[in-house]
Structures are given as C-alpha cells and as structure tokens.
T-cell receptor, first 109, second 114 residues
Framework: AQTVTQSQPEMSVQEAETVTLSCTYD???????LFWYKQPPSRQMILVIR??????QNATENRFSVNFQKAAKSFSLKISDSQLGDTAMYFC??????FGAGTRLTVKP | KAGVTQTPRYLIKTRGQQVTLSCSPI?????VSWYQQTPGQGLQFLFE???????NKGNFPGRFSGRQFSNSRSEMNVSTLELGDSALYLC?????????????FGPGTRLTVT
C-alpha cells in the first residue's frame, strides 16, 4: 500500500529555536499536492503549508517552510523561531487524503 | 464566516446500534470529506462528497456510508456498530475537491461504542 511516513513520533524544541519534521511519501503521479496540517491539543486541525509538486520553489509561510525533494519523495517542515503555540501534532498529507501518523511537537520555554 | 461545525460533539452507543453524524461546511464550500482518527490507526480517509456526489472513498466496510444535501451539509452513518468504531470522526470542507485545496476541519465527533 502507498504510504506517508513520519519517522519522528515525538520531538521537542526550545522556544526560539528551529526544528525540522520529516515526511516521506509514495506516489506514481508527476503532478500532485502535499500538505502539512497542525492539530493543537483539544483544538481543530488547521493547514500549515501547501506545496505543489510541479513548483521548484519550496513553499514558505512566515516561520514555516518546507524542504521538498521530489526525486527523493521527501517533504520536511521547518519551523523557525519556535513559539509555545507551535506545540501540536503535525501531520503530513498527500492530495489523495493519505495522512502520516503524525509527529507530536513540544516547544519548551 | 462560521467554521465547520459537527454535531453531536460526543456520542455513546452500544454495539450493534447505528449512528448518524452531521457536518455543516463553511458557507460556499462544496466539498465535505470525512475521516476517522484513532490512536492506533491515525487519520484515515472515509469518503468525500462534492455537489451531492461521492467523489472518493477510502478503504472502509460498507457499514460506513454518507450523503450530502443540496446545501452541502453532510451526514455520515455507521450501522451495526463495533467496538473498533470508537474514534474521533472529523469532517473537513473545501471550496473545490479536497485533493488540491486547503481543507478546513471541524472539531470532530467523539464516538464511544460500548
């Protein structure tokens, strides 16, 4: 079965530092979309960032950016200047609605 | 705009019963997708409805069904409940088909089957 793999079940980072969450995926498509979603404790899941596979440039949204390596089928999320509010479960997802198992990120003061 | 709403928020049912969950998407959104979230299996896609038609379906048994109304509201039904159906059921709406578009998630319905 095609999979989305997040190899880090849990991570922690000190406030103001940078952390990178990894994701690899499987697809036979050439054109597709990839997503990172954030699910804070007891709160609704929200989109963090979206990447279109045909775009060479890595997507960036304020402190969040991705490192998209199409050939390697790798899609990592970098969070710069981590804030306490970044504490959440982070899910990587493909455009056929497959989600990774998630990475629980804790930002420590 | 109001966000995605799901009712009820919590539900306790007995094995063998059936249950209907409701989802109201963001105004103007035509796609509603349903997911099951459990600690063991993570987030799994159930199905997507767009303009009252099921467009995509995940790998769930026929006991799981859904429908979408002309106002884009959607319902999900689970018949003959099993203990393993205990989960958080999330619905998400998007303007276009979910694959290429940002999905907006609701708070979920927590279903407990005893």
């Amino acid at each position: 079965a095609q999979t989305v793999t997040q190899s880090q079940p849990e991570m922690s980072v000190q406030e103001a530092e940078t952390v990178t969450l990894s994701c690899t995926y499987d697809t036979s498509e050439n054109n597709y979309y990839l997503f990172w979603y954030k699910q804070p404790p007891s709160r609704q899941m929200i989109l963090v960032i979206r990447q279109e596979a045909y775009k060479q440039q890595n997507a960036t949204e304020n402190r969040f950016s991705v490192n998209f390596q199409k050939a390697a089928k790798s899609f990592s999320l970098k969070i710069s200047d981590s804030q306490l509010g970044d504490t959440a479960m982070y899910f990587c997802a493909t455009d056929d609605m497959r989600f990774g198992a998630g990475t629980r990120l804790t930002v420590k003061p | 705009k109001a966000g995605v709403t799901q009712t009820p928020r919590y539900l306790i049912k007995t094995r063998g019963q059936q249950v209907t969950l409701s989802c109201s998407p963001i105004s103007g959104h035509r796609s509603v997708s349903w997911y099951q979230q459990t600690p063991g299996q993570g987030l799994q896609f159930l199905f997507e409805y767009f303009s009252e038609t099921q467009r995509n379906k995940g790998n769930f048994p026929g006991r799981f069904s859904g429908r979408q109304f002309s106002n884009s509201r959607s319902e999900m039904n689970v018949s003959t409940l099993e203990l393993g159906d205990s989960a958080l059921y999330l619905c998400a709406s998007s303007e276009g088909l979910a694959g290429a578009n940002e999905q907006y998630f609701g708070p979920g319905t927590r279903l407990t089957v005893t």
